[in-house]
């Protein structure tokens, strides 16, 4: 489905569920009084707000993209984008309200707030739940993905996120293997010999209608015979060119005469003004007043079992610069951690200490978490474009379960994401989402995991030697 017609759906559901809020939020507060008169009696009275309630929901429906499935559909995520909306929403009006010195009811208001954040949270439940249904599993289109390698299984992982595209990935043309292995899950074929099937042949038995080409995966003249082959046979080719720098930029597409130009624009300044610090200096202050205790007493048991209790790690933060990082002294990636230790890195009570960071300046409560000199001497130049931003206690790549463990490229490719759509509000939503993410932790049992790196590390279905399939139909076709 086409992403600004969902966007538009979505934000249509919202306004129609905003009528029926304020007709139950006033129905609640008052009762009601005959069939007719809950319909018209809460815009008789509250019909100034609602409309001010309305505009406002639309500007910050675009502004804060809260349609929610931007970014995958992820619950924790949906839940904490309409959580802010909503409450900004409602201070708004009920500021609004106090400075034009009207009398309405607060109670009547704050019941709408409610009514708003659950029904806005239940459309896009909703939306999910249909995109995910069999219906909808129905329409999807089947795709197959010529390329191999990471930025292959990343568009797999996204086009998983994103059940509102309709593609159902049924496997991979790999230019690197000799054999056919079936994605089915009904059951699967044994592995046939490449130079018994064409390429088409082959897409035609899984009833492929799309083939998506990543990067370079086969020399120029084979993805153009690939591609002209498939436009021959009506199956839609797609092209996701393998360029990094895109991941810091909304590329815009210039048609020359059929010539298709990607225009590269210069990335938006990075959020590292006096806001973004006022925001960490108020919010670390904040936070030590219930850590504080929390750090003390986990101290306190874990002097039982070590002689040092906190230690300080060399990391590399904003500009290449080095700092010290405070943390309690428990290696997480040890084989022998207590209990106790155990759970200390479960609920990420081991990084508390770093708020002094934040009150220092060395680090800033959102933003792409630091690594240490060994990791950093082995950079990319792409994945250097994390340094332009003080490092986190937490960010984008932590909420979605990537941890110290994981590689870099893994998180910096949310690290990136992350400068892209830097903003204050995207920070409040990471913090709410962090604050999941660790009580999910809590009742999870075994070491933490990350759903986003086992889609990355997801094998491959359908695979095939392009190059070979190719010279092997030549003369049928």
Not at 91 to 103: N, P
Not at 251 to 258: C, K, M, Q, Y
Request: net charge positive; glycine share 6%; proline share 5%.
């Amino acid at each position: 489905m086409d992403a600004r017609k969902l966007r538009r759906k979505i934000l249509i559901a919202d306004l129609v569920w905003a009528v029926l809020a304020l007709i139950f939020a006033y129905a609640l507060r008052y009762g009601v009084n005959g069939p007719i008169q809950p319909l018209w009696k809460p815009f008789s009275i509250f019909g100034a707000e609602f409309v001010v309630a309305a505009a406002l929901w639309v500007a910050l429906h675009e502004r804060m993209k809260l349609d929610s499935f931007r970014g995958g559909w992820n619950m924790p995520a949906i839940i904490s984008r309409i959580l802010l909306g909503v409450v900004l929403l409602m201070a708004i009006l009920l500021s609004g309200a106090y400075l034009a010195g009207d009398y309405v009811s607060r109670l009547v208001l704050g019941y709408f707030g409610i009514f708003l954040f659950v029904g806005f949270v239940a459309v896009r439940w909703a939306a999910h739940l249909f995109f995910k249904s069999k219906l909808a599993a129905d329409a999807r289109r089947r795709v197959v993905i010529v390329g191999a390698g990471r930025t292959a299984r990343e568009l797999a992982a996204k086009i998983d996120r994103h059940p509102e595209v309709l593609w159902n990935v049924v496997g991979y043309l790999s230019p690197f293997d000799a054999y056919v292995e079936t994605s089915e899950r009904t059951g699967s074929s044994p592995g046939l010999p490449v130079q018994t099937l064409g390429i088409v042949d082959l897409l035609r038995t899984y009833n492929v209608e799309e083939l998506i080409l990543v990067g370079a995966s086969c020399s120029h003249h084979e993805m153009l015979n690939l591609a002209a082959r498939c436009r021959s046979e009506s199956i839609q080719v797609s092209l996701v060119p393998e360029l990094y720098e895109l991941y810091l930029s909304r590329p815009n597409l210039v048609d020359l005469d059929g010539l298709p130009v990607l225009q590269l624009p210069q990335p938006a300044p990075r959020l590292t003004g006096g806001l973004k610090r006022a925001t960490d200096v108020v919010l670390a202050a904040l936070l030590l007043i219930p850590g504080t205790p929390i750090v003390l007493v986990s101290a306190a048991l874990l002097r039982r079992q070590k002689a040092k209790v906190f230690c300080w790690d060399v990391r590399i933060g904003f500009h290449g610069e080095r700092f010290r990082m405070l943390r309690m002294n428990v290696d997480r990636n040890s084989p022998n951690l207590t209990s106790l230790e155990q759970a200390l890195v479960q609920l990420s009570i081991t990084e508390l200490p770093q708020l002094v960071n934040v009150l220092k300046g060395n680090m800033s409560m959102v933003g792409p978490r630091p690594e240490g000199l060994d990791r950093v001497s082995r950079y990319t130049a792409w994945e250097s474009q994390r340094l332009t931003v003080k490092p986190g206690i937490t960010g984008l790549a932590q909420v979605h379960g990537l941890r110290e463990e994981h590689s870099s490229e893994e998180k910096c490719r949310f690290d990136l994401q992350y400068l892209l759509d830097a903003s204050p509000f995207l920070d409040m939503s990471l913090l709410l989402q962090t604050i999941w993410t660790v009580a999910a932790r809590a009742f999870q049992r075994g070491p933490a995991s990350s759903a986003q790196a086992a889609a990355l590390r997801k094998p491959s279905f359908l695979q095939e030697i392009v190059p070979s399939a190719h010279r092997s139909q030549s003369g049928t076709d």
